[in-house]
């Protein structure tokens, strides 16, 4: 019960949830999380440490760029909430907008940029 409650604990914060978001369109560095949702790297990066703390995502390092991905919960019904969560979390003006940042960032990334 501990292991769902600390899963559960770790959706619990909008900025997490917005994360959870971005990340259904794919893996994404650390710079373009920061860009969209307009956070400092140490925000964003402190929220995803206790994402994959709880394996609601997964990172790995690329040279000096961190890269985030979708991850299976170890606890089945967390897994289940995920599914849950791909297609419910992108309604929302905060979704779309976010969203819409992402794919501004993305077409406008410069070439230097973590790869």
Excluded: I
Excluded at 60 to 68: E, F, L, N, V
Excluded at 87 to 107: N, P
């Amino acid at each position: 019960m501990d292991s769902l409650a600390e899963g559960f604990k770790a959706l619990a914060d909008g900025n997490r949830l917005r994360l959870l978001n971005l990340l259904r369109c794919g893996e994404l560095c650390v710079c373009d999380l920061m860009a969209a949702l307009d956070m400092p790297q140490s925000t964003v990066s402190r929220h995803l440490s206790y994402l994959k703390k709880e394996r609601w995502v997964s990172g790995r390092r690329c040279g000096k760029w961190m890269y985030y991905a979708l991850s299976t919960p170890r606890e089945p019904l967390l897994a289940k909430v995920l599914d849950l969560l791909r297609q419910e979390l992108g309604v929302g003006e905060t979704a779309r907008r976010d969203e819409a940042k992402l794919r501004q960032r993305l077409e406008s990334k410069p070439p230097d940029c973590c790869g």
